[in-house]
C-alpha cells in the first residue's frame, strides 16, 4: 500500500486544517487507517485511527473534541480534520496503514505502510 499525505502548512492558533491521506494499491488485509505525529525531538506519537469499514475510531485524549478522523472508501482517502488548533499541535502529521485492530492502533510498530509526513505549523 502506497500513502500520499497532503494538507499541511502554517496556520495560527484556533484555527483549522484538513490533512488528506490517499491510499493506492492492495488493501485486502487492512483493517485500520491512522494518523501519528512527531514534533520537534520528541518521539512519534498516536492521534487517531478508524476501520475501514468505518465502524471505528479512537482518538488520543489530547486531540478529543478537536479533531476527527473519517474514511472516504470510494477515494480510498483518510482524512484528518483538526479544529482549535494549539501550537503544542505543531508536528509532521504522518498516514499509515495497519492490519491490525483497534488494541493495537497506538502503537506505531503495528502500521506496515507510512505516508511522507506533512507538516503543520501553528502559530501563537
Known amino acids: 500500500v502506497q500513502l500520499q499525505a497532503s494538507g499541511g502548512g502554517l496556520v495560527q492558533a484556533g484555527d483549522s486544517v484538513r490533512l488528506s491521506c490517499a491510499a493506492s494499491g492492495r488493501m485486502f488485509t487492512t483493517y485500520g487507517m491512522g494518523w501519528f505525529r512527531q514534533a520537534l525531538g520528541q518521539e512519534r506519537e498516536f492521534v487517531a485511527g478508524i476501520s475501514t469499514s468505518e465502524d471505528r475510531t479512537e482518538y488520543a485524549d489530547f486531540v478529543k473534541g478537536r479533531f476527527s478522523i473519517s474514511w472516504d472508501n470510494a477515494k480510498k482517502t483518510v482524512n484528518l480534520q483538526m479544529n482549535s488548533l494549539k501550537p503544542e499541535d505543531t508536528a509532521i502529521y504522518y498516514c499509515?496503514?495497519?492490519?491490525?485492530?483497534?488494541?493495537?492502533?497506538?502503537?506505531?510498530?503495528?502500521?506496515?505502510?507510512w505516508g511522507q509526513g506533512t507538516l503543520v505549523t501553528v502559530s501563537s
Open positions: 499509515a496503514e495497519t492490519p491490525y485492530g483497534t488494541s493495537y492502533w497506538a502503537h506505531a510498530d503495528k502500521y506496515r505502510s
